[in-house]
């Protein structure tokens, strides 16, 4: 078949186009040209997923599936560091891997008219980043740091009709989209740090609390045991009268230690939750 004769002959200048064929599976055959593939062009076949033979590729630059069957890209992509572009648009992906920040010189990743309805975290780690098309998919949300990125010129992602992150009037407009981004990823990094203070005040007020009726509970046991002493053994009575006191005074100390720490913890964060980030 003429498929099978562009395969068996090789890279020509590092590409094999075995495009618009019938094509259900990665050919292994591709296994034989690691070292000297560079492009891969597989637009317009019957593929249903990446498999895990795509790591051995470690020459490879570029990768085109396009127009084909895809549900999943196997995580071994991320040993393609050397991989630019990856263009699976128009296939069935409803999620990228998060290997995917393992190729540090990805440039491209055009995926519109897929599944997707979030994009790995570990894209903000890539230096080079320049494009992401995610036009025409199921979004719900974008990593808000994406904004972060450097080189980060084009991020579309039009008609994602339940996108939370970016309003509609925003999404047909990188510049303007990777702002709203920046703002709201200001905004997180003041209101995160205020809502753990204020988690572990509540921690801190629990912990009071218990402690609190664990010592109302160990007194009222003492002074049981002292009424019922109180005649009939005097040297009892008076020493466990001691112990009440030590014990009472010892408690009261650690809650008025701990309520002060209390009292400080929530001043600082009353203080702090007056300053608003500046957009």
């Not at 049981?224 to 100390?253: A, H, M, N, Q, W």
């Amino acid at each position: 078949m003429e498929e099978y004769d562009e395969l068996s002959a090789g890279p020509v200048d590092g590409t094999i186009n075995l495009s618009h064929n019938t094509w259900k599976i990665l050919p292994p055959e591709l296994n034989n040209f690691s070292l000297t593939l560079l492009h891969v062009e597989m637009s317009n076949n019957q593929l249903s997923c990446i498999p895990e033979a795509i790591g051995d590729l470690i020459m490879l630059k570029s990768l085109d599936v396009s127009l084909n069957r895809v549900r999943v890209i196997d995580r071994a992509i991320g040993k393609c560091i050397r991989l630019r572009q990856l263009n699976v648009e128009k296939n069935r992906l409803a999620c990228l891997p998060d290997e995917l920040g393992q190729c540090v010189l990805l440039e491209e990743i055009l995926a519109r008219e897929n599944n997707l309805s979030t994009l790995p975290q570990s894209l903000e780690n890539l230096p080079t980043l320049n494009k992401i098309d995610v036009r025409n998919n199921e979004l719900l949300t974008i990593p808000l740091k994406l904004c972060r990125v450097p080189t980060l010129n084009e991020l579309l992602c039009a008609e994602n009709p339940t996108l939370e992150t970016a309003p509609q009037n925003m999404r047909g407009n990188s510049k303007l989209l990777i702002w709203c981004l920046e703002m709201q990823q200001k905004f997180k990094d003041v209101i995160d740090p205020k809502t753990h203070q204020h988690e572990e005040l509540q921690r801190k007020s629990t912990a009071l609390q218990r402690n609190i009726r664990l010592a109302k509970e160990r007194i009222q046991q003492l002074e049981s045991e002292i009424e019922k002493l109180e005649f009939e053994r005097p040297d009892d009575y008076i020493y466990l009268k001691g112990r009440v006191t030590d014990v009472v005074l010892y408690v009261f100390d650690k809650i008025i230690q701990l309520w002060d720490t209390i009292k400080n913890v929530f001043v600082a964060w009353w203080n702090r939750r007056q300053t608003y980030p500046l957009y």
